[in-house]
């Protein structure tokens, strides 16, 4: 069973750059059977899918983001990462990260991280 | 950009049948997978490939789709499916993952 979490600082000053990590334990992050996916919810909203990474480097963005972000692996410390720049108060969410199976479902989830944007 | 319109609310009493759509174009020809939120949690997949379960969730969940429309259904809702539920699919003319607003359960 695949365990994920997420880490990284908690509090992001507005025009910075957020970057965060999710561990992989369980599993290897040079599998072909899985998407490293990023998603984020706002307080008290919904879901937002922001990008996603397969073992091969294909990389899917969310157009909303796209200007802004960045996701990458690192198969030595079996993980992968998100940054995200200039950011503001809007950008303050939980971040999850997820994998996806082979029809994009997310089956397994971090516990997710609070980042708020905040001076 | 591809859109999935869901209600906002949904209520049920215990016992009976809940029944959560998630509307978008030709979702039909998509694979919809569904979740379950509760307060403070990360989501939990219920649903995947529109009807299948993973291991672990009961059978009283269920999923169905027709051309425009994805259907969950909870039978013999308990107090404990409280919770927010989001749909969600994968667009593959763009690669692009979208989920819906989502619908908050509420067990009455």
């Known amino acids: 069973q695949l365990h994920l979490q997420e880490s990284g600082p908690g509090l992001v000053k507005p025009s910075e750059t957020l970057a965060l990590t999710c561990t992989v334990s369980?599993?290897?992050?040079?599998?072909?059977?899985?998407?490293w996916a990023w998603v984020r919810q706002p307080p008290g909203k919904g879901l937002e899918w922001m990008a996603s990474i397969y073992y091969s480097g294909s990389i899917s963005y969310n157009p909303s983001l796209k200007s802004r972000i960045t996701i990458s692996t690192d198969t030595s410390k079996s993980q992968y990462s998100l940054k995200l720049s200039s950011v503001t108060a809007a950008d303050t969410a939980i971040y999850f990260c997820?994998?996806?199976?082979?029809?994009?479902?997310?089956?397994?989830w971090g516990q997710g991280t609070l980042v708020t944007v905040s001076s | 950009s591809y859109v999935l319109t869901q209600p906002p609310s949904v209520s049920v009493a215990p016992g009976k049948t809940a029944t959560i759509t998630c509307g978008g174009h030709n979702i039909g020809s998509k694979s919809v997978h569904w979740y379950q939120q509760k307060p403070g949690q990360a989501p939990v997949l219920v649903i995947y490939?529109?009807?299948d379960r993973p291991s672990g969730i009961p059978e009283r969940f269920s999923g169905s789709t027709s051309v425009n429309m994805a259907t969950l259904t909870i039978t013999r809702v308990e107090a404990g499916d409280e919770a927010d539920y989001f749909c969600?699919?994968?667009?593959?003319?763009?690669?692009?993952?979208?989920f819906g607003g989502g619908t908050k359960l509420t067990v009455l």
């Open positions: 997820a994998t996806e199976g082979t029809y994009f479902d997310m089956r397994n």
């Open positions: 369980g599993g290897s992050i040079n599998s072909s059977s899985y998407y």
């Open positions: 969600q699919v994968w667009d593959g003319s763009t690669g692009y993952r979208v």
């Open positions: 490939f529109d009807r």
